[in-house]
Every structure is written in C-alpha cells, then in structure tokens.
C-alpha cells in the first residue's frame, strides 16, 4: 500500500466545482437582477439563496461543461392563498425569459439555460418556495406549466435545513475530508453509471449515503504534531459501509432477488432518496459499489504508486494523476565520517 | 593580609579562646608569618600548636600544625600538619579573618579531641588511611585484584624495574607490565607470592605506627579475622622456612569501602623455623594501589554489571569513535568494533583520534586505531577492531546470527540502508538484541538517538514509514525540509562529507553513550527516539529550511519519546502479525 494522500487531493483540486468559482457567481448574479428587474408588480417580495451541491461545498466540475446552478427563491406568501404553484413559477419564468436561450419551467423548478459563444453551458435551476405558511415550514412548488391538476401542488421542503444539516456534521479538516470524499464519490458515479440519468443515483443520495455513513480517517503524525490524513481509506470505508447497507431482497414482478438500498433526507420531507430507483437498477448500484471495493482492495495490493494509480484512474478516470516512484528517498542523515 | 593585621586576629583568637599564641622566631619559607602557643585537650594533655599564615590568608585558611610528631594522631599527616576542612566543599566570608582563624582553631581541637580506640576515631583513621599509609610506605604496588571475592589467597606478583602488580594470574600482571605500563618481560622479571587475608567486619583498624613489627601485624591478624581465614593464616604460620619474602595485603572492609595496604616480609632465620615464631623479620609497609575494575570504575559511577555485557559497534568515525570512548571509559569491556575507513588526516578534527594516530604513507584503518588508543587507555577494555578481509557492514549482516551474540547493537554508520536492513534482520529472525542507531544532522541543528528492539510495539522501519501507508519515507524525525542536498565535496566525491563540528558529534555519542548503559542495566524500557536540538542560524543562513518537527521542538532543546507504531509498518507489523 502507498500514500496516495497527495494523488487524492490533486485530483480533488481538478474535479472540485468551488464555491468561490466566480464565474458561477457572476451568471447566478446577473440572472438574479434581471429577476429582481424584471419581475412583474403582481408578485411579492422574496429573498434568494443558494442551494445545492454548489452550496452544499460538494459539488464537482461536470465533465460536459454542462454547469448546475441552484438557486432557491423564497416568496413571502402563504401557499395556503396561492392554491396553483405554477402562478408563481410563471413570476419567475416570465421574468426571465428572454434573457438566455432557453427559460423552461420544469417539474421542480424554472430552469435557464445559458450558453454564449464558447462559453460552456449553464443552467440555473431556481426552486420556488412559498415561504410564509402559517405551520411556519416551507413548501417548494412543484408541477409544469401545462401539468394536470394533481401534479400541481406545494412540497414540503427545507432545502436550508439540509444545507446546514450536512454543513454541520463536521468541522474544519474533518469537515474539508468529508465533502472531498463526496466528490470522489459523485466522480466515480460520473464514470460508472450511464449519462441519461436513468439508474444513476442522484448526487444528494450520494451526499446523504456519506452523512450516514462517512467516517473521518486520519492519523497523528508525531513529527508534525498534527493530523495526517487518507482520504483513500475514508473512501475505502464509506465503500464498504455502503455495500453493507444494502439488504437482499424477493422482487415480486421480476421473480428474483435484488440488493436494495434505502435512505431517507434527514430533514423535510424525510423521503427516501432512491425511492425513484427500481430494484433492479439499486442492483446494478450494488454491483458498482462491489466493483468499486473490489478496485479499492486492488489497490491496496499495490506497492507501486503508478499501478495503484491505473487502478484508481479506471475508477475515477483521467482526472486521476498517474505518478512513478523514484528507488530511493532523500535524507539528511549522514555518514559519519 | 598584612602583617599587622595577622597579629591583631591573632590576638582576637587569644582573648576570645584564653590562649596564648605569640609570634615565632623563625617562620617556614611557604609561610608569611607562624605563631606558637599551648593547649589544653579534653585528656588534660598539654600540646604545642603552630598557626601558620600564608600571605593569601584568609584566601587560604592558616596551617595548624602539632609540634610533636611522634605520636599518631588522626587528621595529623607526617609533618604534624592537621587536615582541617575540605576547603573545595565550603565557602568562606572574606571578609571575616579573625571569625576565620577562630573556626579553624575550634576544628583543630575538635580533630585533636577526638579519643584514640573510640568507634569515630577508627572512622577518622580509615579516612585519610590512603595518605597516612602512603606517606609510611617503602614499597608500592599495584593490585588488579578484585578483593570483594577474597578472604584468603595466594596470588602471584610480578616485579620489573621495581614496578608491581599483582593479579589473579601471573598472565594478567604480566598484561599490564607490558600494555600498560610499558615494560618489558625479561629475565630481571621476577615473581613473589603475595598473601591476601581478609580482617572481620567491625574490626578496628591496625594500631598505627610508621614501623610495625611482624609480631604485631600476627597478632592483629588472627585477632581480627573470621574462623575460616584464621584457619588458612595459621597454615601460613606453621610453614617452616629460612629465608624467605612474602608480600601480605590486608583487606579492610571501612565504612566507606575496602581499604587495602600491605606489608613486604623478609624472613631471615639462622635455621628452619615457623614463621609464625620467625624474630628475624624485616617489615616493609607496602602501599597498594588499587587498579583493579570495580575500584577504578567506582568514581565513573558505573555498574559493575557492565564488565560483561558484549557490544557491537557499527562505525567509529566521528560520532562512533567518541561512543568506543564513552563505552569504554564507563567500563564496557568487550567491545567489537567494525569499521571499514581508514583514519585520514581531514578526519583528526571531529574525530577521537588525533593526528598521532597518522603514520606517514602507513595510514590505518579506524577500528584498529581506535582499539589500539582505548586498550592502552583503558585497562580493561578488551576490543575487537574485527580485522576481517572484508570489513563491510554488508558484508558482517550476511551471517545473521552474529547479531544475536551481543548485548547490544550499536550503529554509528549514518547509513539509513544500512541500518533498516539490521533493523529487518533482527524483526524477521526474531533476534532479541537491542539495536541503537545514532546521526548527526547537518550544520550543528542537532542529532539523534534511536533504540529499537527493546519492546516488539515498534520498530526502527516505524520511522521511515508514512504514517497511512506502508511507503518508505525519509526519517520522520529529521530536522530538515525535505529534498535538500547538504554534501560537501572538496576533493572529489570519495571524500564528500557533510558539514558539523566534533562537538556536535560528542554530543550525539554522548546521548547514545548514555542510553547505551540504560540498556544494558536494564533500565529501558521501550523504543525510544532522542532528539537534541542545535542552533540553526548558519544552517538557515546559507539558504536550507528546517523542517516542521524542528520548528515545533527546537525550543524544548531536547526531544525524547516512544517510538510510536506505524500502523502499516512492514516490518514490526507483519511480525507482530506472524
């Protein structure tokens, strides 16, 4: 086994989409004015806030420049005097539209997608939220503009709950291990499940795996008087407790047993995040994971940095540095002559 | 002092104790000035004592001295003089002569008021034995023999131009005529028999005297001994004999420790008669002096338990030479020595050996060298400097049984290599010996001492292994950044080297050295790492970086801890595993 500690965290600063990524910010924040500008005298007054993997700290850079921005707008009304969600969704819309190439209201958002010369594409996805209800919680709008009336209706939600739910967890170096591994994770399903999203795991059911799961590996280092940590073995050990969540279950229809997962949001509306999946696709996301420990133990095997890194670069893909090991190392010591 | 200023404390003296001291005619050239007067002891006897000033009084104390010799007293030497204070044991108020001439006064009564055949004058006597019976002695020997072990013997004494040792073997003291006191055995080398009898516990010491007769040392003899050694001194009494020399050496066992002090017989009868009714007997007070291990050792403190553990030393250059030399000196005494270099003239200034060790186009290996310096320092020290053909350290590890003959296993060489293989032998053939390793770092930041083997928790590899990995890594413990090349090279890389003084060698060995007894009297008892820390202004001047476990201990100076375990070391894990 060889420290991979410096190859994990050069490839987390390859694939981490920052917080601080100013682009984002600068698109989230022209779109935000053009909704405060434009937004028609109907509406009420609302107050925005990040959401997502973005605001979360785990979010990673999409391999198709295809960028998520999640935006949440909290409108001060009570959903209870709004009975259709999508009038306030078409505030929204309306509002922006125009702006960008396309504004679509989707099942659980307005969605802007923003694409200019070059430039990778955006989409800011802005949830609507009725925010002042009188149980005193939040509800997100959900339904699509030409939606039947039963796909219509106000959510439960705390989307800020969650932010700070996963936030607080851990603290400081801890807390930095913890999203990092979120992102090796997320990486690996970028590699490992298809693109259409079909049978792919979201990446909040990965991030919720982690809370429940993720546990901090670390060791004192004596001479420097400080923590050293292994992000290989946090993810070694989030792998195997994954694996170990699943339960073996009679699938009725298909006639067959199927490894099955579930977990539920630890704040509102405590549903379960795989509840979309079928059984037979949680399956093939056991046997993923399977292979995934399997690849980890491969690695661990390896006394040579760069076969442990061709192991690691079939799990995570070329973003995943290839290193070679020198035969000595340097020291101060000396011959004592 | 002047003068004066002598004669007015003196004369505060003889108000404040009602003496009577009064300037001398004549004054001993050492001496500024003396005064006589008489004194009264507690036995009512009458004394004459002479104060003598120096003119550095009261940086010296005043002599006191007893007129009449002929009677012994303790605390008086020879010429009457009274050892009053250890002065290097007290500090005195110079400002205060005329107090200091009355305390020195009070303490000469006090020492001449002591009553002869009482329990402390016996004490007092034993004392200062060595001097009194180094000033009445005609004859001197030297004795190697380790007395605590005898209470009767015969032991051989050789004599060479009037120099004698006697030993447990006529070999031993032979040894030492040649080695250490350079003399040659030849046919004016002779032998005598040298008696050595053991006087009781709680015996009072010999009556003194400067000439004794043999009826008396007989008498006291068989008054003082246990049955058993009366029993062999009588057969000794009851030989018949004409002419004939012994040497007899009393063991007196004194509170403080074993006096030792002999007497030369010469037995000279008209015809065969015992000795013990011998008239004719000339009485030669010998004064024996004691080189013998546990004596000499005994003032370096250190245990006797040492004599017989064996050691290897792995280098002597300049941090091993200064260990062989701290080993020796604290009374190892079987020391191997293997070392491949051979002693050059850029070595003489951090190393043990100095340039007389340096034969011009003859240069010599160290170890030999070394050997040749310490055996003829230290009497006991027995040294292998391990001669073979090939003297590599690779070489010696490839019969790795060697290893396990020793006590401990002590690693000079600087050579990390080196030192994890030693390390990987001993884990995998589960060889118990401790293994010590020791280094410089460079420009004087410091150096370290590591020991390993001593508890199976962890191990020397457990240093150079990352801590979340099984990767080789460099000293964890070092004092420098990584990636830094301090080599220097004046003339060629066969004679690259880097750069720290002899003092920082001497104070690495020293930790080592120190260490190395802690092992070897049990007193360890885990893996350690020792750490000292030096300055690191040069070092940071000419541009290198210190690295953090400098950063975060340098203040403290000194670093001493546990090795702490790696959990995936490759070695001391797997064995622990097996």
Avoid at chain 2, 102 to 109: E, K, R, T
Avoid at chain 2, 397 to 411: F, G, M, P
Avoid at chain 2, 432 to 438: A, N
């Amino acid at each position: 086994m060889v420290n991979l500690q410096k190859e994990f965290l050069d490839f987390h600063d390859k694939i981490k989409l920052s917080d601080e990524n100013t682009i984002l910010r600068e698109k989230r924040e022209i779109l935000l004015n053009k909704l405060s500008d434009n937004i028609c005298d109907e509406a009420v007054t609302y107050t925005t806030f990040n959401q997502g993997s973005y605001a979360m700290g785990t979010g990673i850079k999409p391999e198709d420049d295809d960028y998520d921005i999640d935006v949440g707008v909290k409108f001060d009304i009570n959903k209870d005097n709004y009975s259709d969600p999508i009038k306030v969704k078409k505030w929204v819309r309306d509002a922006l539209d125009g702006h960008t190439k396309s504004v679509e209201i989707r099942r659980s958002c307005v969605t802007v997608t923003y694409q200019k010369d070059d430039e990778p594409i955006y989409h800011v996805d802005f949830a609507i939220y009725a925010a002042a209800n009188d149980d005193g919680k939040m509800y997100i709008a959900k339904g699509k503009e030409f939606s039947t009336e039963e796909n219509r209706k106000w959510e439960l939600s705390d989307p800020q709950g969650l932010i700070t739910t996963i936030k607080d967890k851990y603290k400081d170096d801890d807390a930095k291990q913890f999203r990092r591994v979120i992102r090796y994770l997320k990486k690996w399903r970028t590699h490992n499940f298809s693109s259409d999203g079909n049978g792919t795991p979201t990446g909040i059911s990965l991030t919720i795996l982690a809370y429940n799961y993720f546990s901090v590996s670390k060791t004192y280092d004596w001479s420097k008087q400080k923590d050293v940590y292994d992000d290989f073995t946090a993810l070694y050990n989030l792998a195997r407790s994954i694996k170990n969540s699943f339960s073996y279950k009679w699938n009725e229809t298909d006639s067959q047993w199927y490894h099955t997962i579930s977990t539920d949001l630890p704040v509102e509306p405590y549903n379960n995040l795989f509840e979309k999946m079928t059984d037979k696709q949680l399956n093939s996301f056991y046997t993923k994971v399977d292979t995934l420990l399997t690849k980890l133990d491969e690695v661990k095997g390896k006394d040579k940095r760069s076969d442990a890194c061709a192991v690691l670069i079939k799990i995570f893909g070329e973003d995943f540095p290839s290193t070679v090991d020198k035969s000595m190392v340097g020291t101060s010591e000396s011959a004592s002559l | 002092m002047s003068l004066e200023e002598i004669a007015d404390v003196v004369n505060k003296l003889n108000l404040k104790r009602n003496v009577n001291f009064e300037l001398c005619d004549t004054t001993r050239p050492e001496y500024l000035c003396e005064y006589s007067g008489l004194v009264v002891l507690a036995t009512n006897e009458n004394i004459y004592l002479r104060i003598a000033f120096s003119k550095y009084f009261p940086l010296s104390f005043p002599e006191i001295y007893v007129d009449d010799t002929s009677v012994f007293r303790a605390h008086v030497g020879s010429s009457g003089k009274l050892c009053l204070f250890d002065s290097s044991a007290i500090l005195v108020k110079q400002n205060m002569g005329d107090q200091v001439l009355i305390d020195c006064f009070d303490q000469a009564l006090t020492i001449l008021n002591i009553v002869p055949s009482s329990k402390k004058y016996n004490d007092e006597v034993c004392r200062e034995f060595d001097s009194y019976w180094l000033a009445v002695s005609t004859k001197r020997a030297y004795s190697c023999l380790n007395t605590g072990d005898i209470q009767f013997g015969e032991y051989p004494m050789v004599i060479s131009k009037g120099v004698s040792v006697v030993a447990n073997t006529k070999n031993e003291a032979e040894a030492i005529l040649q080695n250490n006191f350079e003399l040659t055995i030849n046919q004016d080398t002779f032998e005598r028999v040298c008696i050595v009898v053991r006087i009781r516990d709680s015996s009072s010491m010999i009556p003194l005297a400067k000439q004794f007769k043999w009826s008396t040392i007989r008498r006291y003899i068989t008054e003082n001994t246990s049955s058993s050694v009366k029993r062999q001194f009588r057969k000794f009494l009851n030989k018949q004999v004409k002419h004939f020399v012994r040497y007899l050496l009393l063991i007196y066992p004194a509170k403080d420790g074993e006096i030792l002090f002999g007497f030369r017989l010469e037995f000279n009868n008209s015809r065969f008669s015992k000795i013990e009714n011998s008239l004719t007997c000339k009485v030669e007070n010998t004064f024996c002096e004691r080189i013998d291990y546990n004596y000499l050792l005994s003032r370096g403190g250190a245990a006797s338990s040492l004599k017989n553990k064996n050691v290897l030393l792995l280098g002597c250059g300049s941090v091993g030479g200064y260990i062989a030399n701290n080993l020796c000196q604290v009374g190892i005494t079987n020391l191997d020595i293997l070392d491949e270099d051979i002693f050059q003239p850029e070595n003489v200034h951090r190393h043990l050996l100095g340039f007389d060790s340096l034969k011009p186009n003859q240069y010599k290996y160290k170890s030999d060298l070394v050997k040749k310096e310490l055996e003829s320092k230290f009497l006991y020290a027995d040294i292998d400097s391990m001669n073979f053909s090939d003297r590599s350290v690779q070489a010696f590890i490839q019969e790795t049984h060697r290893l396990a003959h020793y006590d401990l296993i002590i690693s000079a060489l600087g050579e990390p290599t080196l030192n994890l293989e030693i390390n990987k032998i001993l884990a995998s053939y589960n060889i118990d010996t401790p293994f010590l390793c020791c280094f410089n770092e460079p420009y004087g930041i410091g150096g370290h001492v590591i020991i390993s083997n001593i508890d199976k928790h962890s191990c020397m590899q457990c240093l150079y292994t990352d801590p979340i990995s099984s990767e080789l890594v460099p000293f964890r413990g070092s004092l420098v950044a990584p990636d830094q090349i301090f080599k220097k090279n004046l003339s060629g890389c066969s004679s690259s080297f880097v750069p720290y003084s002899c003092l920082d060698s001497q104070q690495t060995a020293i930790s080592a050295s120190r260490k190395s007894i802690e092992i070897l009297t049990g007193k360890l008892m885990n893996n350690q790492i020792i750490t000292w820390f030096g300055n690191a202004d040069e070092f940071l001047a000419k541009g290198f970086a210190v690295s953090e476990f400098y950063i975060n201990n340098h203040q403290k100076q000194y670093f001493e801890s546990v090795i702490h375990t790696s959990k995936d070391c490759p070695v001391c894990t797997k064995t622990l595993e097996g």
